[in-house]
């Protein structure tokens, strides 16, 4: 009888083990179809900045850490834009070169009248430089630029709080539309070459001081790891002489000039969107090849939407300037530095 009973007891153990193997492997199978991962928190990459005029509130979007992307320029019947301030009454003046808060942020509006606008307008200075050299060997003309002399002007813009213009706000001081500080100076560089990209460029990066490129897209000369530098066109390939010698720019008809811009224009915007920093990528300014422009070169930019063009006509850019026809200010070698101060100041 007893060993019955205990035959019984073992045939009932193993019968509810086996079922309770079978229950687990059920509700195992069922808890692993139905689980998930812990989802992160969500790492916030946007802030929104509120943009206060005297008359409205406009919201925009900026990426955390990146440059100013969308600061407007607001208009005001009698008013000139002078910025956009931290406080209404005070503060400081946030720009495009100005790096995105973690936290969301209020902006206000500065105005000045028309009559301070033309009172403190001195006219801007874009200075245009070409190559660069490090040993006098290899200077072998005046568009052949000392690195070291180049290094200490860079210094004395930093050092002198002056203020670099984006293109878009030259644009609206031509026009009356905003009021810039009085040292304000933007650099160019034509050609993109070699000596630009290897000596200029470190300088300019560390500098933090921002610099267009003029591009002959067709030499295929692009940046790595820039973000200071704003890429334009010196078109894609004209600058080579033309059937009467000077520039193929005052040599071709307005479509197969429309044509250069726009392959200079898609070449260029290639290169930029690999790229993070001040580049837009929008390309719509333009150095004439030589210089050279003439009513067909104009007509040509303007059907493709290209908003300011230079030549070589030296000069500071003014209100009320030819937006198609700026001068700009050369750089020659061997001028010295105070010639440097008296261009800039």
């Known amino acids: 009888m007893k060993k019955v009973t205990i035959f019984g007891a073992l045939t009932l153990a193993v019968v509810l083990i086996c079922f309770g193997v079978y229950m687990y492997a059920q509700n195992g199978a069922s808890d692993s179809a139905n689980f998930k991962e812990p989802t992160p928190q969500s790492v916030k990459t946007d802030v929104t900045i509120t943009l206060h005029t005297d008359d409205e509130t406009t919201k925009v979007q900026e990426k955390i850490g990146d440059f100013y992307r969308n600061l407007t320029i607001p208009t005001k019947d009698g008013k000139v834009f002078a910025g956009w301030y931290t406080a209404s009454n005070a503060g400081e003046r946030v720009n495009w070169l100005n790096i995105v808060p973690e936290n969301d942020t209020e902006l206000y509006a500065r105005w000045v009248t028309v009559k301070e606008n033309a009172e403190s307008a001195r006219g801007v200075p874009v200075l245009m430089y070409h190559w660069f050299y490090d040993d006098p060997k290899n200077a072998l003309d005046g568009n052949w630029y000392d690195i070291n002399e180049f290094k200490k002007q860079l210094q004395y813009l930093s050092d002198n709080d002056f203020y670099f213009p984006s293109w878009d706000e030259l644009d609206a001081y031509i026009d009356g539309k905003l009021n810039l500080p009085p040292?304000?100076?933007?650099?160019?560089?034509?050609?993109?070459?070699?000596?630009?990209?290897?000596?200029?460029?470190?300088?300019?990066?560390?500098?933090?001081?921002?610099?267009?490129?003029?591009?002959?897209?067709?030499?295929?000369?692009?940046?790595?790891?820039?973000?200071?530098?704003?890429?334009?066109?010196?078109?894609?390939?004209?600058?080579?002489?033309?059937?009467?010698?000077?520039?193929?720019?005052?040599?071709?008809?307005?479509?197969?000039?429309?044509?250069?811009?726009?392959?200079?224009?898609?070449?260029?915007?290639?290169?930029?969107?690999?790229?993070?920093?001040?580049?837009?990528?929008?390309?719509?300014?333009?150095?004439?090849?030589?210089?050279?422009?003439?009513?067909?070169?104009?007509?040509?930019?303007?059907?493709?939407?290209?908003?300011?063009?230079?030549?070589?006509?030296?000069?500071?850019?003014?209100?009320?300037?030819?937006?198609?026809?700026?001068?700009?200010?050369?750089?020659?070698?061997?001028?010295?530095?105070?010639?440097?101060?008296?261009?800039?100041?």
């Open 183 to 345: 040292a304000s100076v933007i650099i160019t560089d034509d050609d993109a070459m070699e000596s630009f990209i290897n000596l200029a460029v470190p300088l300019i990066e560390k500098s933090k001081i921002p610099v267009t490129s003029f591009m002959i897209s067709i030499y295929g000369h692009d940046y790595k790891n820039t973000k200071y530098i704003v890429s334009e066109s010196h078109t894609h390939d004209m600058h080579r002489p033309g059937a009467d010698g000077r520039g193929r720019m005052v040599n071709e008809s307005v479509d197969v000039i429309r044509d250069d811009l726009l392959t200079s224009r898609k070449t260029i915007q290639n290169w930029t969107k690999k790229r993070q920093g001040l580049d837009t990528g929008k390309v719509e300014v333009l150095a004439y090849p030589f210089g050279h422009y003439n009513d067909t070169a104009k007509q040509a930019l303007s059907a493709e939407k290209f908003k300011l063009a230079f030549t070589t006509e030296y000069g500071r850019v003014t209100i009320g300037a030819d937006k198609l026809q700026l001068p700009r200010i050369r750089m020659s070698d061997g001028e010295g530095f105070e010639s440097f101060k008296a261009k800039v100041d």
